[in-house]
Nanobody, 126 residues
Framework: QVQLVESGGGLVQAGGSLRLSCAAS????????MGWYRQAPGKQRELVAT???????SYADSMKGRVTISRDNAKNTASLQMNSLKPEDTAVYYC????????????????????WGQGALVTVSS
């Protein structure tokens, strides 16, 4: 079973910075894309940023220039550096990993699994 654990959330003033980290653990064969998503109170969950195993990144237009996603393939971690934070950035931020995990079923040694972390609350005060 693969697990993702986010860390680094907390309270920050508007204009400030925060760095979120996501660590994957478990019976991982490989991790393809990783991403960060967020869900603000009363809002739908939305994509913040993604990064492929080769380092190709993609960002939500609303956050381009303010966030940077990175990953360390050797450590199975991903990070989200957020700068110039705004009160509207307040949300629960979730890490997601598109993985192939080891399994013991006879049809194959591994299978695709989309894994989500538990979320990290980021609160940006005005």
């Amino acid at each position: 079973q693969v697990q993702l654990v986010e860390s680094g959330g907390g309270l920050v003033q508007a204009g400030g910075s925060l760095r979120l980290s996501c660590a994957a653990s478990g019976s991982i064969f490989s991790i393809n894309a990783m991403g960060w998503y967020r869900q603000a109170p009363g809002k739908q969950r939305e994509l913040v940023a993604t990064i492929t195993s080769r380092g190709t990144t993609s960002y939500a237009d609303s956050m381009k220039g303010r966030v940077t996603i990175s990953r360390d393939n050797a450590k199975n971690t991903a990070s989200l550096q957020m700068n110039s934070l705004k009160p509207e950035d307040t949300a629960v931020y979730y890490c997601k990993a598109d993985t192939f995990v080891y399994v013991t079923r006879p049809e194959g040694p591994y299978r695709y699994l989309e894994v989500w972390g538990q979320g990290a609350l980021v609160t940006v005060s005005s």
